[in-house]
């Protein structure tokens, strides 16, 4: 089945690719591919079957070495889910949150977008997880993975080589899609940035999104210090979060794909105001039927 639009495979060092699945939005993620003589290292494995199988063609256009490490940015399934068919041998790796918050979410992406054609997928729980710092190699290229503290989720990890001053960052960072915090942290996401910054990549690859340079952490921050000023502006006049959204002109952010996210990011942004823990698990169905009013009636249109 083909993939529209098409999925580019870009060389961004030697032996180093971007997985770019435009246009970005729902379930639509990228991935990293890390090759070796003998073996390759993948950063995040899509979301379906189809789109998996998609990138072990891609990975098989550039080297004839197996998947033997994949890494998990996060708990999200549509960076995890396409493992049982692109990775199904290889040894998962993630932060330590994420395995237990990936094993609690289950497979319920397609109770949410039951007519994607997700395929025949399985869980496949990491295997190695770590606390704050563990660094791969991959032959002679340093793969550092890096937990910033709470940001998109409890558990993110981001994958940093510091060789070529390359950066995968899951979902803490978006590219022209708007940024969804509702189980992470908007506080916990700015000292991310914030640490990422610090590093100096030259080349950041986000979750979603196009390839981009260290500017992505300033168009994020814009969003995220938007939502806290309407969030701090509604809390205060009692008004609920898909009020706020209502009322609110995306102004500069209406480009971004998937605008609804904004009536999430005010439910994270509101219960951080209300002093729960960053990352605190909040109800989520009713944040999507929240989610679902602001976008008409109509569920968030998933392309995966």
């Known amino acids: 089945m083909p993939i529209t639009p098409p999925p580019t495979l870009t060389p961004l060092a030697p032996g180093v690719f971007a997985y770019v699945q435009p246009d970005g939005g729902w379930c639509v993620s990228n991935a990293g591919v890390l090759v070796g003589r003998d073996n390759v290292a993948l950063v995040d494995a899509t979301a379906t079957v189809p789109r998996a199988l998609h990138l072990r063609e891609h990975i098989e256009s550039v080297t004839p070495a197996p998947v033997r490490t994949l890494i998990v940015t996060h708990r999200h399934g549509d960076h995890h889910y396409g493992a049982c068919a692109v990775a199904p041998d290889a040894t998962v790796v993630a932060h330590e949150r994420t395995r237990e918050l990936l094993l609690a979410d289950g497979l319920n992406l397609p109770g949410i977008w039951p007519d994607v054609t997700w395929g025949d997928v399985a869980l496949r729980p990491p295997s190695v997880t770590f606390a704050d710092r563990l660094t791969l190699w991959v032959d ?73 340079g260290p500017e992505v952490f300033d168009a994020n921050e814009a969003y995220l210090r938007w939502v806290q000023e309407l969030a701090a502006e509604g809390h205060a006049a009692g008004r609920p979060p898909l009020e706020v959204a209502h009322a609110t002109d995306l102004g500069q952010f209406k480009s971004l794909l998937d605008s609804e996210r904004l009536v999430a990011n005010l439910h994270r942004a509101y219960a951080e105001l209300d002093g729960q823990p960053e990352a605190a698990e909040l109800a989520v169905l009713p944040v999507l039927g929240d989610m679902v009013a602001f976008n008409g009636g109509r569920v968030p249109t998933c392309l995966a």
């Open 140 to 212: 002679d290229l340093r793969v550092e993975l890096i937990h910033p503290g709470p940001a998109h989720t409890a558990g993110d990890a981001v994958v940093w080589l510091p060789e070529h001053r390359i950066m995968f960052t899951g979902d803490i960072t978006f590219a022209g899609v708007t940024p969804l915090y509702l189980m992470g942290s908007l506080s916990g996401s700015l000292r991310a940035l914030d640490q990422l910054r610090a590093l100096e990549p030259e080349i950041v690859v986000s979750g979603h999104g196009p390839v981009t």
